[in-house]
């Protein structure tokens, strides 16, 4: 059965829960914000599925990729809505058109994150864009295995743990499963975020978020929240993205109007992220990153594209895609995309998300305490990130000689 020691050796992706016949796992909020799985022994059989299908116990061969690329949508609308360079939707467009269904991560009417699926183009809108939160999964994993079994075309997203977690709970290969992960820096807290959320937004029980007039005192009236977008690129480009909060307009109308548009290296919740200070504990040692997963195809940014290919940039987003598997590079084919040959040591000099191991800084447990002395989450992290200046400037050094080192090793 499954039993949690060490966090650490728990990403989160309920596999377990979902294979249960008993019923008898389920998953809790801890401390930190996460959600651990829970035995009920009055009910388990020690049956081992649990274990079976949990993608932490044993780690599968890597896979290499096929091709490695440089790819944009040429339908300019869907990429500045996309996070870089609208890979997602094209797929989402080509499983939809075969009477497809499409899983991905999107906002609930809290503002958290869950695993949903969608059999239309409507429900799609809402999975682009990334969420740099640990969403629910749900019951997904079974809904997807379902619909495999009724021979329908299933695009399955998600981090590289919960394909990793998808794989395992299915013990098979289906066809007509395409499954697609992204290169991750690591999950933040979901509780985090809420605590932030309601530190910053303001949330009424029944009603979308208001936002504070504690923090904004200059709005007339606090206008309900529409979205969230934590890569929105339309203001000052893709490299500089903003986190955006949009509500209603002033007039009533359906219109969006941005209420707190700013670039993300200013936002506090984007900082803690960025620095490390509350991703889940697994992902400072993941296992499933680099073909270990076994999606068909990865996803990211193309960060570095403006050195190699700068005709190829034009600052509203390109994708590093790599095909994976067969089945990746011929659906990929399919599409109708502007696409250019890369390779992976190129790729890997400008992306950290292809780091396994990340160091676990003693903020992380500064800030732990720091919330469980009832600090908020604004004034937590920038306790923790208010480093003496030879700190930062040792920081600066290190940033301008990996610069360095990169430009030399071209």
Request: net charge positive; charged share 25%; proline share 4%.
């Amino acid at each position: 059965m499954i039993h949690i020691a060490n966090k650490a050796n728990c990403c989160g992706c309920s596999a377990c829960v979902q294979r249960c016949p008993q019923h008898c796992i389920t998953l809790h909020e801890d401390t930190e914000g996460f959600l651990y799985p829970e035995v009920n022994m009055e009910a388990c059989v020690d049956c081992g599925l649990c274990e079976k299908v949990c993608p932490w116990t044993g780690r599968s061969d890597a896979l290499q990729p096929l091709q490695t690329l440089a790819v944009r949508n040429p339908k300019e609308e869907e990429r500045l809505a996309s996070s870089s360079g609208g890979v997602f939707v094209a797929l989402a467009h080509s499983v939809i058109e075969k009477g497809g269904v499409v899983f991905g991560a999107v906002f609930d009417e809290q503002w958290e994150v869950k695993h949903t699926y969608a059999e239309k183009m409507e429900g799609i809108r809402p999975m682009m864009g990334c969420k740099y939160l640990q969403s629910r999964i749900g019951n997904c994993y079974l809904e997807a295995e379902k619909f495999l079994r009724q021979g329908r075309e299933v695009l399955f997203t998600g981090t590289p743990c919960q394909i990793a977690g998808l794989h395992r709970f299915l013990q098979k290969d289906y066809p007509n499963l395409l499954s697609a992960d992204f290169l991750c820096h690591g999950v933040p807290s979901p509780g985090i975020w809420r605590k932030y959320l309601d530190e910053t937004l303001g949330r009424n029980r029944g009603k979308a978020p208001l936002l504070s007039k504690a923090l904004f005192p200059f709005l007339k009236r606090t206008p309900p929240i529409t979205g969230i977008n934590f890569r929105d690129k339309r203001i000052y480009g893709w490299k500089n993205y903003c986190f955006t909060v949009y509500g209603q307009s002033a007039s009533g109308s359906q219109r969006k109007a941005n209420v707190v548009s700013m670039i993300h290296g200013k936002n506090t919740f984007m900082r803690g992220f960025l620095y490390d200070i509350y991703l889940r504990p697994s992902c400072y040692r993941c296992k499933c990153k680099n073909g270990v997963s076994h999606s068909d195809l990865t996803l990211a940014d193309y960060w570095g594209i403006n050195e190699l290919m700068p005709d190829f940039d034009d600052d509203k987003g390109v994708s590093l895609l790599l095909l994976n598997t067969r089945k990746g590079l011929e659906v990929f084919q399919s599409l109708h995309m502007e696409a250019r040959p890369s390779n992976l040591d190129d790729a890997r000099q400008f992306n950290g998300g292809f780091k396994e191991e990340i160091e676990i800084s003693s903020r992380r447990e500064t800030f732990y305490q720091l919330i469980g002395n009832g600090w908020g989450v604004i004034n937590a992290v920038e306790k923790c990130l208010n480093d003496p200046m030879y700190k930062r400037l040792i920081r600066r050094m290190i940033r301008k000689i990996e610069t360095i080192r990169r430009h030399l090793s071209t």
